[in-house]
């Protein structure tokens, strides 16, 4: 099995097809992560999400990971890792336009809720207030085995 | 969709179902995820790695973050996170049942080498060499839909 490095081009693609992944932060270097559904512009990549421990965590320390992988057998992989900064998209008329991408994005990809954090007994109000956000790309790489069977 | 809390016992079930996951780690709180095989032998999460990145940060900050999840549909998942702590088992006496215990865990699952680090050019001999490595266990907790079709 050899395996390859993706291209930035190729990472970026990858991306865009996708629609899950896994989110990581870090609070005093303990990481935490989450299975999350986003949408990808070829610029940011947006999500939603409620309050609760990721989203503290995130207003804290902005500096994140997502990582999307695909396996069609233990010899068939990719997997890419996108190392960005988080930034919240309030509802504010300066990020009405980041905002409306978001929601078309998301539509477009038939997002679901699929947060824990919305099943909390405790500020349930509050925890089913919803939160856009977007991540702002500093370093995307990728690996996957070849050949490429796309 | 309710979604409820999973008791720990529960959590712990699951990982000893599960072979596969995404492992975070931090360095200057930036976390890192990439996607491991483990084993788990109801105490202790095993895996295989080779020198990279991630082993280079977990050696400068234990705090690791492991995740699993799984979805036959959107409406149909469950995730679990452990919080924990990284040793890594060198080939060393006083390893010798750890790194044991380690390897019959991982060829019953049929853990496989699944390490873009093993394609790295540069110390090649280096990136080969595998690694075997524990987590210790600091908090398991986990949400899954309801109704429960197991």
Chains 1, 2 share one sequence.
Not at 8 to 36: H, I, M, S
């Amino acid at each position: 099995m050899e395996i390859l490095e993706m291209s930035e081009a190729e990472c970026l693609r990858k991306l865009g097809q996708t629609k899950f992944g896994r989110l990581a932060c870090a609070r005093d270097n303990q990481p935490y992560v989450v299975p999350v559904y986003f949408a990808f512009d070829g610029r940011h990549i947006y999500g939603f999400t409620t309050l609760g421990q990721k989203v503290e965590w995130m207003r804290l320390n902005p500096q994140v990971c997502l990582e999307i992988d695909e396996r069609s057998s233990d010899d068939t992989w990719l997997s890419v890792v996108v190392f960005g900064r988080y930034e919240e998209l309030p509802d504010e008329p300066r990020f009405g336009t980041a905002r409306t991408i978001a929601h078309q994005l998301l539509q477009q990809r038939s997002a679901i809720w699929w947060e824990p954090a919305t099943s909390s007994k405790r500020n349930k109000s509050l925890a089913l207030t919803p939160i856009v956000y977007r991540i702002h790309i500093r370093q995307i790489t990728g690996y996957r085995t070849s050949p490429n069977e796309e």
